[in-house]
């Protein structure tokens, strides 16, 4: 049994209201971390009973939930604070300090009632925040009132409500796999039936550099305009990115349900802390969101029922999937393997490194030739995945 958290935003109508108790739970977190810091404290248990008694002086018109919720949140940035530290990513002589407004606060305190959130400040004294319920949010809400989700402990900025909505799904134990090799340009898999596959991400490439550009150019405007056209545009290629790798992601679990197959990812983690050089950088950090793109197949594979694993990348594109020797290029994105003769594509062979990684029971003799050769030999099918023509591409099946 596995439990599959999903957050979905909601927008309410504000008031002054909310707004002041977002305002003062922002003083309750700088609060508690000023106090931490002050007195060495790390541990949310230790620090709760060191400022209970200043905390309810402080703010006698709040429940005591509101100190167990900011001492939470105040523990939490420090701690991912001293781990940027110790990885010289953070400056140690500049704490953190909560700037934006937002509240984080558990089923004591916040109470989920399909089209409104009520939040309880004192015994007998609350507010309402009326939600305003689309289509996406409607289905999820259903699910909740029939009782196949439950709810989370709700976060509330100054523009949305964030429901998390947990789900317990039982993973199926797959007799087959799939391994997928994360691109810039694409996404290449590999299955244990055998299955090949590539589904295309050079879209991504160009919507960043089309932004890119454009942001380039409103750059030379002076003026107040200049901030509010950066902020457009900037908010346009947020939304096209995101709608593009949900594509993706939908389609690559599909595909996975069809094989019955359980996924498996590299672990790409702190993949982009390293430098690397400013063009490279520029291209990680700018249309290469990999990890969002892993965090949208893995909650919904699982929430197909799917399991997903995560195996370490080093050397799955240098090493021979059959005897371990390091592979030297040959022609355009295809290794060679000096000592046993293998060739393939490189992405081709990284999955097969994944795969065998993992233990799954595929013999790598299955795949002992080029990408293109094996689409001289096999049938082909192309699947549209996009209105704009991104394709599920070169799929091969014996």
């Given at each position: 049994?596995?439990?599959?958290?999903?957050?979905?935003?909601?927008?309410?109508?504000?008031?002054?209201?909310?707004?002041?108790?977002?305002?003062?739970?922002?003083?309750?977190?700088?609060?508690?971390?000023?106090?931490?810091?002050?007195?060495?404290?790390?541990?949310?248990?230790?620090?709760?009973?060191?400022?209970?008694?200043?905390?309810?002086?402080?703010w006698p018109n709040y429940t005591s939930h509101y100190c167990?919720?900011?001492?939470?949140?105040?523990?939490?940035?420090?701690?991912?604070?001293?781990?940027?530290?110790?990885?010289?990513?953070?400056?140690?002589?500049?704490?953190?300090?909560?700037?934006?407004?937002?509240?984080?606060?558990?089923?004591?305190?916040?109470?989920?009632?399909?089209?409104?959130?009520?939040?309880?400040?004192?015994?007998?004294?609350?507010?309402?925040?009326?939600?305003?319920?689309?289509?996406?949010?409607?289905?999820?809400?259903?699910?909740?009132?029939?009782?196949?989700?439950?709810?989370?402990?709700?976060?509330?900025?100054?523009?949305?409500?964030?429901?998390?909505?947990?789900?317990?799904?039982?993973?199926?134990?797959?007799?087959?796999?799939?391994?997928?090799?994360?691109?810039?340009?694409?996404?290449?898999?590999?299955?244990?039936?055998?299955?090949?596959?590539?589904?295309?991400?050079?879209?991504?490439?160009?919507?960043?550099?089309?932004?890119?550009?454009?942001?380039?150019?409103?750059q030379a405007i002076k003026g107040p305009r200049r901030a509010?056209?950066?902020?457009?545009?900037?908010?346009?290629?947020?939304?096209?990115?995101?709608?593009?790798?949900?594509?993706?992601?939908?389609?690559?679990?599909?595909?996975?349900?069809?094989?019955?197959?359980?996924?498996?990812?590299?672990?790409?983690?702190?993949?982009?802390?390293?430098?690397?050089?400013?063009?490279?950088?520029?291209?990680?950090?700018?249309?290469?969101?990999?990890?969002?793109?892993?965090?949208?197949?893995?909650?919904?594979?699982?929430?197909?029922?799917?399991?997903?694993?995560?195996?370490?990348?080093?050397?799955?594109?240098?090493?021979?999937?059959?005897?371990?020797?390091?592979?030297?290029?040959?022609?355009?994105?295809?290794?060679?393997?000096?000592?046993?003769?293998?060739?393939?594509?490189?992405?081709?062979?990284?999955?097969?490194?994944?795969?065998?990684?993992?233990?799954?029971?595929?013999?790598?003799?299955?795949?002992?030739?080029?990408?293109?050769?094996?689409?001289?030999?096999?049938?082909?099918?192309?699947?549209?995945?996009?209105?704009?023509?991104?394709?599920?591409?070169?799929?091969?099946?014996?």
């Open positions: 049994m596995s439990e599959v958290v999903l957050s979905v935003p909601f927008r309410y109508e504000a008031s002054e209201d909310a707004r002041k108790i977002l305002e003062d739970f922002r003083d309750m977190v700088n609060f508690c971390i000023r106090r931490a810091l002050e007195t060495g404290v790390t541990s949310f248990a230790r620090l709760r009973n060191l400022i209970y008694e200043e905390f309810r002086a402080k167990h919720s900011a001492v939470r949140v105040a523990t939490s940035m420090l701690k991912a604070w001293r781990n940027r530290c110790r990885r010289g990513q953070a400056d140690p002589d500049r704490p953190p300090r909560a700037r934006k407004l937002f509240m984080r606060l558990d089923d004591h305190v916040a109470k989920f009632k399909g089209d409104k959130v009520v939040i309880t400040t004192a015994p007998r004294r609350y507010i309402e925040l009326r939600l305003m319920v689309g289509g996406y949010q409607r289905k999820f809400i259903e699910a909740w009132e029939r009782g196949e989700l439950k709810i989370g402990e709700i976060i509330v900025n100054e523009r949305y409500v964030l429901a998390p909505f947990r789900k317990t799904v039982d993973l199926a134990k797959p007799d087959e796999w799939i391994a997928l090799d994360m691109n810039e340009t694409n996404v290449t898999g590999v299955s244990t039936n055998p299955d090949i596959l590539r589904w295309n991400l050079s879209e991504l490439r160009r919507i960043y550099w089309t932004y890119h550009e454009i942001r380039r150019r409103i509010r056209l950066l902020e457009k545009y900037s908010r346009r290629l947020r939304n096209r990115t995101k709608d593009l790798l949900h594509k993706v992601s939908k389609v690559i679990v599909e595909t996975a349900e069809e094989l019955k197959t359980g996924v498996i990812m590299e672990d790409l983690r702190g993949i982009k802390r390293k430098n690397r050089g400013k063009s490279l950088n520029r291209r990680l950090h700018g249309f290469w969101p990999v990890r969002r793109l892993q965090s949208y197949i893995e909650y919904k594979a699982k929430l197909a029922g799917l399991p997903v694993s995560y195996v370490n990348p080093k050397g799955t594109s240098t090493r021979c999937p059959i005897c371990g020797s390091r592979l030297v290029p040959n022609r355009h994105r295809e290794l060679r393997c000096p000592r046993c003769g293998l060739k393939g594509d490189r992405d081709v062979i990284a999955c097969l490194n994944l795969l065998r990684m993992w233990g799954a029971p595929v013999p790598p003799e299955r795949f002992p030739m080029t990408l293109k050769e094996r689409e001289e030999l096999l049938p082909q099918t192309h699947l549209d995945t996009t209105p704009n023509g991104m394709k599920q591409q070169e799929r091969t099946v014996n």
